[in-house]
């Protein structure tokens, strides 16, 4: 089974917070993921995303502040049920300034030290530690450009969580 966090940038006017709406929208969006990826406008983290939320929190269960800068790349939003797709959280412009700060400001080094044994149990003992490192420094630097470019063009977030 394949799960992803699908994020989705788009200009706040034009989002129509419904559940139809934005599963329509987001579907469309995951057709056209390859082309909205190369275009900066969208990007995907699969099957990580509670470990990245982690890596960025430092809580294994995702709790605290849902408005806190940490918890805005993964989990943070607005979320907005919906009974024809999947759970969604909309990003105001704000927001997603907030989590770009964030993420430039961060220091990956710092927050996998802090928390890869919390993620992963220790990995002194996890042969793949480097591989798994390289893994999620691609994510940090993924939404890190998403966010960037988001913030830039002063859009929205629109997250779905496809399992």
């Known amino acids: 089974m394949s799960f992803h966090m699908h994020l989705r940038a788009v200009p706040q006017s034009d989002i129509q917070p419904d559940g139809k709406w934005?599963?329509?929208?987001?579907?469309?969006?995951?057709?056209?993921?390859?082309?909205?990826?190369?275009?900066?406008i969208a990007t995907a983290v699969e099957k990580d995303f509670d470990e990245v939320n982690h890596l960025y929190t430092g809580s294994a269960d995702g709790t605290g502040d849902p408005n806190a800068p940490a918890t805005l790349p993964v989990f943070g939003g607005t979320t907005i049920d919906s009974e024809v797709g999947p759970p969604f959280l909309i990003m105001t412009p704000l927001q997603v300034k907030q989590a770009a700060a964030f993420l430039e400001?961060?220091?990956?080094?710092?927050?996998?030290?802090?928390?890869?044994?919390?993620i992963f149990g220790p990995l002194g003992s996890f042969m793949y530690e480097a591989e798994a490192e390289a893994i999620f420094l691609q994510h940090h630097n993924d939404l890190l450009s998403f966010y960037r470019q988001a913030a830039g063009a002063d859009h929205s977030v629109v997250k779905a969580f496809w399992f």
Do not use: I, P, V, Y
């Open 22 to 40: 934005l599963s329509t929208f987001m579907r469309n969006s995951w057709r056209d993921s390859q082309e909205e990826f190369t275009a900066g």
């Open 105 to 118: 400001a961060a220091s990956f080094e710092d927050l996998w030290t802090a928390s890869k044994d919390g």
